[in-house]
């Protein structure tokens, strides 16, 4: 069954960091723009960050939203089968459930065209 994996969340006092890691499960990533999304309640499913998928490989290039911009960073392991999200400086307005998803050979992470999606990750902040 083809799947991705979150791990890593948890409670963070505002400032600090968190890294979190989305595994591929039954497919490689080298085929997928990877993306980090996160969804508060009662608000829709954002994207956080995304790898593209640009001329043939998936390591192009890198986009983040505005609110996140110079704080988090996301990179991608090949050996893993992994793309994670590093988390710094985090404020109150960034707790959501994270979610990661892949979009097949696509150059943005729309959400509505991602293919797989893990089953979500709690990330708190909170003093």
């Known amino acids: 069954q083809l799947h991705f994996v979150e791990s890593g969340g948890g409670l963070v006092q505002p400032g600090g960091s968190l890294r979190l890691t989305c595994t591929a499960s039954?497919?490689?990533?080298?085929?997928?723009?990877v993306g980090w999304f996160r969804q508060a309640p009662g608000k829709g499913r954002d994207e956080v960050s995304c790898?593209?998928?640009?001329?043939?490989?998936?390591?192009?290039?890198?986009d983040y939203a505005d609110s996140v911009k110079g704080r988090f960073t996301i990179s991608r392991d090949n050996t893993k089968n992994t793309v994670s999200l590093q988390l710094n400086s985090l404020k109150p307005e960034d707790a959501a459930v994270y979610y990661c998803?892949?979009?097949?050979?696509?150059?943005?992470?729309?959400?509505?065209?991602?293919?797989?999606w893990g089953q979500g990750i709690q990330v708190t902040v909170s003093s």
């Open positions: 998803g892949g979009v097949w050979r696509a150059a943005t992470c729309v959400t509505t065209d991602v293919d797989y």
């Open positions: 039954g497919f490689t990533l080298d085929d997928y723009a």
């Open positions: 790898i593209n998928y640009i001329h043939g490989h998936s390591d192009g290039k890198i």
